[in-house]
């Protein structure tokens, strides 16, 4: 007998982890009703009026107060994602390394990325737009820069706050960034995705912008408290399954989103050159 046959198997104390993308959307969001999530809760979230300024007159007073008013907007979390995997308790004895724990990271990873996703899907709502499906800006290194300062521009008109704005981007367009020597660059790229400022805001990228078949990718910029987010892992649980041998978790997570504020949010709509 060939002694090739006798070759033994040797486990990595290494996990080979997956590729993974940056996760942006998530931490750009209003995440104020977090508390809230449940499937099937429906979250009302009050808005106030604006309140009237008058020009004062000792003679004729002030009148009586103005009724407070208010518009109501329901968050609905709808969205439900489960995982559901087992470790074979053979591999679980020859490996040097925990397979379960492993797994249960890739899992988290891949909640995270569905509600990552989900949220980007929300630039429909947007009030303010720069190109659109049929007429798609193709930006290239020497205009890119100002395409963002342009969106920037809208947010400004639309009376939107200057701190905590963002704009997300897809990769080509963070490559026609990096040419131009206006960026203000950081000097890493976060796990969040962050890259830079450009006029007043933080600009991430990230390969969960909405986009069909690689061409009309939805550029989206705007105020953390344009979107209203809540989520809750509902349920996991460890057990093991009757037909084998292994360990087994399975999870759930439950949320959704809802746009609040539209004017608070701008859509740039490119093609790559």
Do not use: C
């Not at 931490?27 to 977090?34: A, L, R």
């Not at 099937?40 to 020009?55: E, F, R, Y």
């Not at 080509?172 to 006029?199: C, H, M, W």
């Not at 809540?230 to 746009?259: C, H, N």
């Amino acid at each position: 007998m060939s002694v090739t046959n006798f070759i033994p198997t040797v486990w990595s104390a290494k996990l080979n982890e997956s590729l993974k993308k940056s996760l942006v959307f998530g931490n750009v969001v209003n995440s104020d009703y977090q508390g809230d999530a449940k499937y099937g809760n429906t979250v009302k979230i009050n808005s106030i009026g604006a309140i009237t300024i008058g020009d004062y007159d000792k003679v004729a007073g002030i009148g009586k107060p103005e009724e407070v008013t208010s518009t109501q907007t329901t968050l609905l979390i709808d969205q439900r994602k489960f995982f559901n995997f087992q470790v074979d308790d053979v591999d679980q004895a020859q490996s040097n390394v925990s397979l379960l724990e492993g797994a249960m990271k890739e899992a988290a990873y891949g909640l995270a990325d569905a509600m990552d996703t989900f949220i980007a899907g929300f630039y429909t709502e947007a009030s303010n737009t720069i190109g659109d499906d049929t007429t798609p800006i193709v930006p290239t290194k020497d205009n890119a820069y100002d395409y963002l300062v342009d969106l920037g521009v809208k947010l400004s008109e639309a009376n939107v706050p200057k701190s905590d704005r963002f704009v997300v981007v897809p990769e080509f367009f963070y490559g026609l960034l990096q040419k131009d020597a206006r960026f203000t660059k950081s000097p890493e790229v976060l796990a969040t995705g962050y890259i830079g400022d450009v006029n007043g805001m933080k600009v991430y990228t990230s390969n969960n912008v909405a986009n069909t078949a690689g061409t009309k990718y939805k550029i989206l910029a705007g105020h953390k408290s344009a979107i209203a987010f809540a989520s809750q892992v509902d349920k996991v649980e460890a057990f093991r399954p009757e037909s084998g041998f292994s360990d087994a978790m399975k999870g759930l997570q439950v949320y959704g989103a809802k746009v609040i504020k539209p004017s608070a949010l701008a859509v740039l709509t490119v093609n790559k050159a």
